[in-house]
């Protein structure tokens, strides 16, 4: 007997004879003793006569359970580890993949290079009593970023790269009524997909691009076709396998195709269908690879096309071992077809199917060798075997996708439970007093009231460090002079070489002492060892120091005798351009931006800390909320807002300083320049003596310990005024007298702008205009009303509450799934003709 066209008679190789695998009987309604084969497969049939009735009922059921798949896809059911069975062609390139997606779906595809390959094709075909018409739709699974980085080090979480997951959306592109148009629209829907930054409406007409933004695509175009006489099938048409790119400089996309069609056969309620061309060895498959390293090979239907390409005497007992399953098995067995020549595709699909079945009826070997595989020939044949499986795949796992879709549901319920509720009743008043709260923590911390005595005190220190700080860069004098070669000269000895001292004491001089200037009695000059007297140092300072030092500038007398002579205009010996004098003085003032940006920087780490300390004061419990996210930004953006404005009046004094040396503190520095006149007199005269006794001492052939210039010094200090007279630099004193008087003056007078405007501009502020800010930017915004307001900022926050909605509109598709899956299960449940079809294909 034959059944559906195909042979009843049982084959001795059969490749289904020990599976435990049920498909639909294709015409069956009853379950009796009768054995039969069906390519392959061991079913039950009951009189001939009575088959044809039910083959379409079963048909009429194929469209539906496919429709309801195609629905559960659409609803994104699978992004809750739901899978719903599929049929997914792959095949390597140039394996006639294009021609039997045609010859199935009974469209044109676009064959220009490049296109039609680039992205999954999802067709589902259905039999409808109203003309032909195709809905195409672009489904968006997957987010494409522009990343230069082909090559992440997460390869095995970024299989896509540089496509990321995204949430499932879809754009209707076209609804065609002409078969014709399809072609046309197809391809302007691959060149949509390929460009994901862009608005894909805008490719449906005009004039297509040559270049696309990427070469391959995780989204799907999606084609609904339906029409009088078409088959009932769906399937996914996956780019072929590629093993190098055209150019070799983006191998990375040889990855992507090949994620591509692991993605989609990996999963246990897949069937495969893989298309391998007669005209290529077989063994070197790579879309064959795959199927086998995925372990797919048991729910795979291969299909050999391109059999008119045999090569002219090749072996044929390979394809009879393949045909009949005892080489390259697959779990559905093999299937081969042949579509049209290039010179042949103009033939409609009528023609086209007649053309094939003359083929298997008279070429050679198939119309005599292998005659025993005539059930296995043709489109026609593969149409109706798919159909079937597809839908039996389907009855076979709705039992698990409904306790899948239920389990899930009961999943999200708990999970929404541990989510809190948003507050509405007092949500205004939460708000406000979480916000008095603040500004009150806030206050207490800038006015330094008791207990929180923390920040002020902290303040005080940044300034006396920032105080030493300023003070360290003073100019370092050194009190070494050319005029100090002729001091041996006085000596009552002859003049002799005379000997180094060390340790000798003097005012930053040539032995570069790194300390600065200050007056000290002989006395306490041992004890000091002759450097400035200082006070404690703060951490803050000590660690700013060795900063601040290495910026000062350092002037010696004949560095101040070349400035003054460089700018002296006047013939008279001894007079100097005041112009000299302000010169040297602002080159002492040139490095005091840098304490300044530390100090700022500084306060604001202080200020920060503060503040977060009052924020978790004020809002506790409310942490989690936007409410506390929102402040939070807020309350930083109008700190750093304050200093930068703390940093542009900073920036000004600091250009007054630089502009020209003044002051209106004329007692102050005339006060400041004696008292460092003094200091350095007396560090010169201490100098110069040095190196008189040291002289002396050498002209009588000894050598003078510092102990013994100690005593010598403290007792002849008339005699070395006599003796050593004026000092020849005194010029060069006087200036460099001034110079560093009026750099304490200034400098104390630049200190006490710039904390007072840290004060003023900062500290004030945030008492006084921050909480006018908050009102404005937390509680009165884009006009909603002040309660829905306060009640959304007090929602958790928005990671939780982003999750919250995923959940709820991933709980709303599954309802509708339920739905979609209750319908079928009524629909079988209360059709006893239907029952018994469907529960004989499941047994």
């Not at 699978?78 to 719903?84: F, P, R, T």
């Not at 002859?494 to 003097?506: E, G, W």
């Not at 002759?530 to 004949?558: C, F, K, W």
């Amino acid at each position: 007997m034959e059944v559906d066209g195909l042979s009843g008679q049982t084959h001795a190789n059969s490749f289904f004879g020990n599976l435990p695998y049920h498909e639909l009987s294709p015409r069956s309604n009853q379950v009796i003793g009768k054995n039969i084969h069906v390519n392959g497969h061991r079913a039950t049939s009951t009189n001939p006569s009575t088959v044809s009735d039910s083959f379409d009922i079963i048909g009429a059921d194929m469209k539906e359970l496919i429709e309801a798949m195609t629905a559960l896809e659409r609803l994104g059911v699978e992004k809750s580890e739901i899978a719903v069975p599929k049929v997914v062609v792959i095949g390597d390139q140039s394996a006639g993949k294009s021609s039997l997606i045609e010859a199935m779906s009974e469209i044109q595809v676009p064959r220009n290079a490049g296109t039609c390959t680039r992205c999954p094709l999802q067709i589902t075909v259905a039999p409808d009593s109203e003309p032909w018409r195709c809905t195409v739709t672009l489904v968006y699974k997957y987010a494409w970023y522009d990343i230069e980085d082909p090559y992440p080090s997460d390869k095995a979480q970024q299989p896509f790269h540089p496509w990321t997951e995204s949430d499932t959306s879809t754009t209707h592109f076209a609804t065609l009524t002409n078969k014709d148009d399809l072609k046309d629209v197809l391809e302007r829907a691959q060149i949509a997909i390929l460009h994901p930054s862009q608005n894909p409406t805008k490719y449906l007409k005009g004039r297509k691009p040559v270049k696309t933004e990427v070469e391959f695509s995780p989204n799907y175009i999606s084609l609904q076709i339906q029409g009088p006489n078409l088959p009932n099938l769906s399937f996914y048409d996956l780019p072929g396998i590629i093993n190098q790119t055209e150019h070799g400089d983006k191998e990375y996309l040889v990855d992507i195709v090949r994620n591509l069609a692991k993605e989609y056969i990996s999963d246990d309620s897949c069937l495969v269908l893989l298309a391998c061309s007669m005209e290529s060895d077989i063994h070197t498959s790579s879309a064959g690879s795959i199927v086998h390293s995925l372990k797919a090979n048991d729910r795979c239907i291969g299909v050999l096309t391109k059999p008119d390409r045999l090569p002219s005497g090749d072996p044929v007992d390979i394809w009879r071992d393949i045909l009949s399953g005892r080489k390259f098995k697959r779990g559905h067995g093999y299937y081969v077809t042949k579509q049209p020549a290039q010179t042949e595709l103009a033939l409609g699909h009528t023609e086209a199917r007649t053309l094939e079945d003359e083929f298997f009826a008279s070429a050679e070997p198939w119309c005599s060798t292998f005659a025993d595989f005539k059930h296995l020939f043709g489109t026609k044949h593969l149409q109706q075997a798919l159909s079937r499986k597809l839908a039996s795949q389907i009855m076979r796992f709705l039992p698990d996708i409904e306790q899948k879709v239920e389990d899930r549901l009961a999943s999200i319920e708990e999970e929404l439970a541990t989510l809190p509720k948003i507050p509405e009743a007092d949500a205004y008043h939460i708000v406000t007093e979480c916000l008095n709260s603040f500004m009150n923590e806030v206050n207490k911390f800038v006015k330094g009231k008791f207990p929180d005595y923390g920040f002020r005190n902290t303040w005080k220190a940044e300034k006396q460090a920032y105080r030493e700080a300023i003070t360290d860069l003073r100019p370092r004098l050194s009190v070494a002079s050319q005029h100090d070669a002729k001091i041996h000269l006085l000596a009552k000895a002859s003049p002799s070489k005379p000997k180094a001292l060390h340790n000798v004491i003097s005012l930053d001089d040539d032995d570069n002492s790194p300390e600065p200037v200050a007056a000290t009695p002989t006395k306490k000059r041992k004890a000091d060892d002759g450097r400035v007297a200082t006070p404690a140092s703060t951490p803050s300072r000590t660690a700013r120091r060795s900063t601040t030092n290495s910026h000062a500038v350092t002037i010696s007398l004949d560095d101040v005798k070349k400035v003054l002579e460089l700018f002296s205009v006047s013939g008279r010996p001894g007079t100097f351009d005041p112009e000299a004098v302000d010169h040297l003085i602002l080159k002492g003032l040139q490095h005091w931006g840098s304490p300044t940006e530390q100090l700022k920087i500084h306060t604001r780490v202080h200020l920060v800390k503060a503040l977060k300390v009052a924020l978790d004061r004020a809002f506790g419990k409310h942490k989690d909320t936007q409410l506390f996210a929102l402040v939070q930004d807020i309350v930083f953006t109008f700190l750093d807002q304050r200093l930068v404005k703390h940093q542009e009046i900073s920036e000004m004094f600091l250009e007054h300083e630089h502009h020209q040396p003044s002051t209106e503190n004329h007692d102050g520095l005339e006060h400041a320049r004696l008292a460092m006149l003094s200091e350095i007199e007396s560090y010169r005269f201490t100098h110069r003596a040095r190196k008189l006794l040291m002289a002396e001492a050498t002209q009588a052939g000894k050598t003078i310990t510092e102990e013994e210039f100690e005593l010598k010094f403290n007792k002849d200090q008339k005699r070395l005024k006599d003796v050593l007279g004026a000092d020849p630099a005194q010029r060069e004193i006087d200036v460099m007298a001034e110079i560093r008087g009026y750099y304490n003056v200034a400098s104390m007078r630049f200190v006490d702008n710039i904390c007072r405007s840290m004060d003023v501009e900062v500290f004030e502020h945030l008492k006084e205009k921050l909480r006018a800010v908050l009102d404005r930017e937390v509680l009165f915004v884009d006009g909603m009303h002040v309660q829905e307001r306060c009640v959304l900022l007090l929602a958790e926050d928005p990671e939780r509450e982003k999750r919250r909605g995923e959940l709820k509109i991933e709980k709303s598709n599954l309802l509708e799934a339920k739905t979609v899956l209750g319908k079928l299960q009524e629909k079988f449940s209360t059709d006893p003709i239907r029952q018994v079809d469907w529960d004989q294909a499941m047994c």
